[in-house]
């Protein structure tokens, strides 16, 4: 017969993996592999230690994200996720730029060009985001 300390720990285990598995998927979102652009590109900042990357959903699809963007030879997620260290989901309900930081910015563009010069412009007025612009305008002279 099972000793009532073990069933109760049995169901006090079992109630806890049930409840970290059920917050998880409403904290982080879910982004299957195929409907994610990710490379192995971090942001580091040696003063700090600091190895990261930003978090973008995105409405549109992988394909729409593969537009070249004018002034440069790369496509719209190329750019975001070499240069400004985006992972991008793709697909999603909303377009949103979480930052290193975690704050959460809504970006109103639908167009891959536009939303790109959203999160761009966006970004460069930040700390290292200022520092990633110059960085990508001293190879991209021509960005517009």
């Known amino acids: ?3 009532f300390r073990i069933l109760n720990n049995l169901i006090t285990s ?6 970290i598995c059920s917050c998880s998927n409403k904290i982080i979102p879910s982004c299957m592999q195929f409907n994610s652009f990710s490379l192995s590109s971090y942001h580091r900042d040696n003063g700090n230690n600091f190895n990261s990357q ?4 995105c409405i549109l699809d992988q394909i729409s994200m593969n537009e070249i963007y004018p002034g440069t030879d790369l ?13 991008i989901c793709f697909n999603c309900p909303k377009n949103n730029l979480t ?3 975690g704050n959460n910015y809504l970006i109103n ?11 761009i412009n ?11 612009f110059d960085l990508f305008l001293l190879k991209y002279p021509n960005f517009q």
């Not at 930003?54 to 959903?57: H, L, N």
């Not at 496509?75 to 992972?87: A, E, G, H, M, R």
């Not at 563009?109 to 999160?119: A, G, L, P, Q, W």
């Open 99 to 101: 930052t290193f930081n």
């Open 122 to 132: 966006l970004l460069k007025n930040m700390t290292m985001g200022g520092e990633e």
């Open 14 to 19: 079992g109630l806890l993996i049930l409840l």
């Open 75 to 87: 496509s719209c997620s190329k750019i975001l996720n070499d240069y400004f260290y985006c992972n």
């Open 1 to 3: 017969m099972l000793d």
């Open 54 to 57: 930003r978090e973008f959903c």
């Open 109 to 119: 563009s639908n167009n891959s060009i536009e939303i790109t010069r959203e999160i």
